[in-house]
């Protein structure tokens, strides 16, 4: 099997795995336990939090561990913008972008239903693009908290990151990215990007499903939404889940390690896919930007087909991606992603997302391409769109 669908999920690394193992075994103790096995557990907590820290350019103090990048989302999104209206009940707004991930789209949405806010969806060009002008174009004087992530989960694309943040922070409003597909592809020094708050999930870097992290800038109020014992500095209780912070540590860090290498190599690998896709499938279309997108993502709609059926077709012939994210795999309807970027419906049911992770080779996307090829031809041919 090929598995090109890196963007829903990866195998956990072998040293991740290594490195969790005395947390999961003997080191099994709960970091609040004043005994040496909780002592132990709270070191490695220490430790884990200092790692990701050191990846992120900011203090151990503004790294908060989560269950994952759905939970560091809405923890951004509410907490931030609850925090804001509680200090100043004028600050009713929050500004995200149309092609956010349902967690953040979503916490927006409950905000609008339970707490009074507004809801301001800031544009994409046909790229994937969220300029400077469309965002300033939204930016209000009541407005909490804007969000716009930092690489599209769908298509890849890249946003100006600093540019936007900048903008907003211009104005006092604190800026949320979600990085959860970024990690491991892009910079992620909080101080370059300028954000006030960035989430990662684990399980995009080699890391397991469930465990995420958000960054909050230093004296940034936010409102927990989990309360307990007061865990996290009080922003996050429950007690810790010790080897999913020391494995996502653990990948993040070797991500960075290796940002210069893969990351290139894989870039260029991407490219040759692309060329091969575009050159040997009649009509094929590149969705997203076409050089500012993550080097692990190639996004195409091939019209005369439906996506399904590539996908189905693509599988029988061993290679493994999806119809866009995995959470709206499954689903008719066409992908808001596509649509804000103006794809028609009839042509974005067509979409086929192949994304990578960092062992990717040059025989697979060779393979791979071969394969598409011939699944697209066979899809046509059987009149299966
Ligand atoms: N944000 C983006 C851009 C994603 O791609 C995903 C996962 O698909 C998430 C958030 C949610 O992360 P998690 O699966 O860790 O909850």
Redo the contacts with the bound molecule.
């Keep these: 099997m090929i598995f090109l669908d890196a963007?829903?999920?990866t195998p956990v690394r072998r040293e991740v795995l290594d490195a969790m193992w005395p947390y999961l075994t003997g080191e099994f103790g709960n970091p609040s336990s004043h005994h040496s096995l909780g002592e132990a557990a709270a070191a490695a907590l220490a430790d884990a939090r200092a790692a990701v820290a050191n990846v992120l350019g900011c203090r151990a103090g503004e790294v908060t561990f989560t269950?994952?990048?759905?939970?560091a989302?809405n923890l951004a999104v509410k907490g931030i913008a609850l925090a804001r209206q509680a200090a100043d009940p004028r600050l009713n707004r929050v500004v995200v972008s149309a092609i956010e991930?349902p967690?953040?789209e979503e916490s927006a949405r409950y905000l609008e239903r339970f707490h009074g806010f507004a809801v301001d969806v800031v544009p994409v060009d046909g790229t994937g693009l969220v300029t400077p002008e469309a965002l300033a174009a939204v930016l209000r004087p009541e407005t909490a908290l804007v969000s716009v992530?930092y690489?599209?989960?769908e298509v890849g694309t890249v946003q100006p990151i600093a540019e936007l943040a900048a903008l907003a922070r211009a104005q006092g409003i604190p800026f949320h990215t979600?990085a959860?597909?970024a990690a491991g592809w892009l910079p992620l020094d909080v101080k370059a990007l300028g954000v006030d708050a960035l989430?990662i999930?684990?399980?995009?870097l080699g890391a397991p499903?469930?465990c995420?992290v958000l960054y909050v800038r230093g004296r940034t109020r936010i409102e927990p939404l989990v309360h307990g014992g007061g865990q996290e500095r009080g922003r996050r209780s429950g007690t810790e889940n010790v080897a999913g912070a020391v494995g996502l540590a653990t990948a993040l860090t070797l991500a960075q390690r290796d940002q210069t290498g893969p990351g290139a190599r894989v870039a260029a690998l991407r490219d040759s896919f692309t060329a091969a896709v575009l050159g040997g499938v009649p009509g094929a279309v590149l969705t997203g930007h076409p050089t500012k997108r993550l080097p692990s993502v190639a996004s195409f709609c091939f019209p005369g087909t439906s996506g399904e059926s590539v996908l189905l077709e693509l599988e029988r012939q061993g290679v493994v991606c999806s119809s866009g994210?995995?959470?709206a795999a499954g689903s008719d309807a066409p992908s808001p992603v596509l649509t804000a970027l103006g794809v028609p419906s009839e042509v974005a049911q067509t979409a086929v997302r192949f994304s990578f992770d960092s062992s990717v080779s040059a025989a697979d996307l060779e393979a791979a391409a071969q394969a598409v090829l011939a699944a697209v031809a066979s899809v046509r041919t059987l009149g299966r769109a």
Excluded: F, I
């Excluded at 269950?67 to 939970?71: C, D, F, L, R, V």
């Design positions: 963007a829903a999920t269950s994952g990048g759905t939970e989302d991930h967690a953040v992530m690489a599209n989960n979600d959860v597909q989430s999930s684990g399980h995009k499903k469930g995420g994210s995995a959470c």
